[in-house]
C-alpha cells in the first residue's frame, strides 16, 4: 500500500531549545535521509517543522502570540520581521538537507498563505497538493497574520498538521516526531519510572509539564488535542521519537514501531 504521510519535525528536536538560534544539524539529517528512503519507496511526505529555538525566544520576549501591543508596537514589528527570517533561516536547514539526499521540495511559508492563527485559520491548502509526485511540500510554524487589530500572531505547526491531515485527500499517517522522547509517557519524562503509552485515546489523563517559560504555543497538550482531532480522519496518528528516525519506516511498512498511537 502507498502510503500519505504528513510528518511533523517538533522544534525541539531539530533545535536546541534553550539557546538562540541553535539548529541540531545531524538529527535534521538523519530525518531527512530517512524521508528520501521512504520517497524512493514510492510513499508520499508533507513535512511540517516546529521553532524550537528559531521562533519561542523573540515571540516570547515581544509578546507576539498576543498581537499588537500599541505601547511596542514598534520593537514587536521588527521581531515579527526577525523571527519569519529565522524561521526561513532554519526551513533552510532542512531544505538543504533534503536535496543533499536527492529530494525535491518546496516551502510554503505560513506568513505568505495564511490569514489568522489556530486550526481555523484561512489559507488555500490546495497548494501542498499540487506539488510534482516527489516533492516534498514544507511549511511551518511561524508569524502570520490576522485580522482586527492585532495584526499578526503566531501559527503553531500542530495547526497545520491538523488542517493538512483533514483536508487533504486520503492521508494515511500523520507522525508527530518529538525529541528525547519515545512518545506520549504516562508521567513527565524527566520523571524516574515514566513510562510509553501506546495507545493512547482522547480524554485519558495524562501528566505533562508544559515549559511556559520558553513555549508560546500550546506544547504536548496541544499536540495531543490535535491529534486526537484529526484521529477522527486518519487511522495512523503517531507520536514517534524523532532520534530514531528508523521507526517511521517501520511503521509504515510494518504497520506498528515503538511510540504512541493516538485514536479519537
Ligand atoms: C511555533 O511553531 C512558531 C513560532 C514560535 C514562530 P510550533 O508550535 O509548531 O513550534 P514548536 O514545535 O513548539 O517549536
Redesign the pocket.
Known sequence: MVAKVVMKL???LITDKSSFKVPKKGVIDSICKEISKIISNGHSVTLIH???SF??LL?KEWSLAGGLDPEISEQQRDAVLR?RSD?LELCGYVTNSLSHHGIKCEVFPPSEWVMGTGSSFDGDLGIFEDVPKGTVPVS????VRVGGEAEFG?????DLMARISLELPSVSHCIFLLGDVDGMMDLPPNVEGSKLIPIWSAGERIETTHNAEQ???GGIELKAARASQISGGVDEVWFINGNHPERISQLIEEGTTIGTKILG
Open positions: 517538533g522544534g525541539g516546529g521553532a524550537g521562533g519561542h515571540a523571527v524561521m511551518f510554524g511561524d508569524v503566531i501559527l503553531s505547526g500542530d513555549d508560546v504555543t
